[in-house]
């Protein structure tokens, strides 16, 4: 996916410099389009660059707030302010557009405290507020606990003539009501919310089925998706898992059941994502067979079994205390993730556990080609992997000559009760 995207801005990035060897006129905004394209194909120091060589006519408002927006997208707090600084004294700061960018660079740099100040600017400056301006302002208000602020905007926003809130703003008013846990407030946000879906998006019936999920409300759940079947009666894969994840986070497991069996006899393309859905539902009821039964099923209709599905197994054995069935399936998950280009890592808690069970079991073979497939997803291990295997080769009674040795090249500093076993071990 990221590859094919890089190769549309590239194509793009040199269907732009084409019209330009060619002697095409490029408008002010075909140069803030193109400045866009050169940070997307080739990084921000290219669109600096490209700004700067630009001619002066065409260092407008447009090329200004291209650049703006590139730094950030790149979380470049200290350049994007200083841009914006330079943006006022030329007067180019008198739409919306640069002052979002700057408040969404906030929110996602952890400052949402600065957003309000930005909102006290723009009518200061007589620059007026757009729907996404209003959505940007309630997260941030969201994000520092001050609710009722944002109650107050969005009652603002209603007063605002000029501006008309879509369905998305009601859905970020709904999950903020949400993470604050009022669910009644919530539910009213998502009836408005439900309302203005007059295009029936497909994106609006999966935010209301996630956001009346996490009210509790599995009446509601059932009702959107009866209306989402009706809307889009060939639905994607993403739209089942959704609706069986919602399901089975409410303890409606019959209900997710019919969902998956309804999936399976439409679905084109057996997607593992939905499998691993139903078989983790199945392993969290401690129903083995019916998640193995499952796990049959998506191999024999040509589903690639991944690392999670391998991962959900391992799970189910921990809790069980089944060791020797965990390990199996971190093996099969590591080794998965690797076929599929994707490095799958065992948590540390279930490494550590893992490596106790050598260590009781006396089996040196056992950690060491554990730790051998370890080292292909990971760089650097602990040192407490290395303070385990000293462990199992002292409880099983082998020596190792090496093992100082080892340790070092793995820069791996070990405890004092480990540096005594060194001494057990390490013997010729």
Request: glycine share 4%; charged share 30%.
């Amino acid at each position: 996916m990221l590859a094919g995207t890089y190769c549309v801005r590239l194509i793009l990035q040199l269907l732009s410099e084409t019209m330009a060897r060619r002697g095409m006129n490029l408008t002010v905004s075909d140069q803030a389009i193109r400045l866009d394209l050169v940070a997307k194909a080739r990084g921000v120091a290219s669109a600096e660059e490209y700004f700067i060589n630009l001619p002066e006519p065409a260092k407008h408002h447009l090329t200004y707030g291209a650049l703006l927006n590139c730094y950030c997208k790149e979380l470049m707090p200290d350049k994007a302010e200083a841009l914006m600084e330079k943006m006022k004294e030329l007067k180019f700061a008198s739409s919306p557009m640069a002052y979002n960018s700057l408040m969404t660079l906030y929110t996602k740099t952890n400052q949402p405290e600065k957003v309000p100040s930005i909102i006290q600017e723009m009518k200061t400056n007589d620059v007026l507020p757009d729907c996404y301006t209003y959505n940007v302002w309630m997260r941030a208000l969201a994000a520092i606990n001050d609710i009722s602020s944002v109650e107050r905007v969005i009652e603002e926003m209603k007063r605002d003539g000029r501006v008309t809130a879509d369905w998305t703003t009601y859905s970020n008013l709904a999950s903020i009501f949400v993470d604050a846990g009022m669910f009644q407030k919530a539910e009213e946000a998502l009836k408005e919310l439900e309302k203005r879906n007059m295009d029936n998006d497909l994106r609006a019936y999966q935010f209301l089925i996630t956001l009346y999920g996490r009210t509790g409300n599995l009446v509601e759940v059932h009702r959107i998706w009866r209306f989402l079947k009706l809307a889009h009666p060939k639905m994607a894969n993403i739209s089942y898992l959704n609706m069986i994840q919602v399901l089975v986070n409410l303890k409606d497991l019959p209900g997710a059941e019919a969902c998956f069996k309804d999936w399976e006899s439409k679905c084109s393309t057996y997607d593992i994502r939905v499998a691993n859905a139903m078989i983790r539902a199945y392993a969290k009821e401690g129903m083995l067979d019916k998640a193995e039964a499952v796990k049959k099923r998506a191999k024999m209709r040509g589903a690639r079994l991944n690392a999670k599905t391998w991962e959900i197994f391992m799970e189910y054995y921990l809790n069980k205390g089944d060791m020797k069935m965990a390990h199996w399936c971190a093996d099969r998950a590591i080794k998965k993730g690797r076929s599929h280009g994707r490095i799958w890592v065992p948590p540390r808690e279930v490494i550590r556990a893992i490596m106790a069970y050598f260590e009781e079991n006396k089996d040196v073979a056992g950690a060491e080609n554990f730790i051998e497939l370890l080292q292909k997803v990971v760089n650097d291990l602990e040192a407490e992997v290395f303070e385990a295997l000293v462990r199992t080769y002292a409880a099983a009674g082998k020596n190792s000559p090496g093992m100082r040795r080892r340790l070092k090249m793995e820069n791996a500093v070990v405890s004092e009760a480990t540096e005594k076993l060194l001494d057990i071990v390490c013997v010729e």
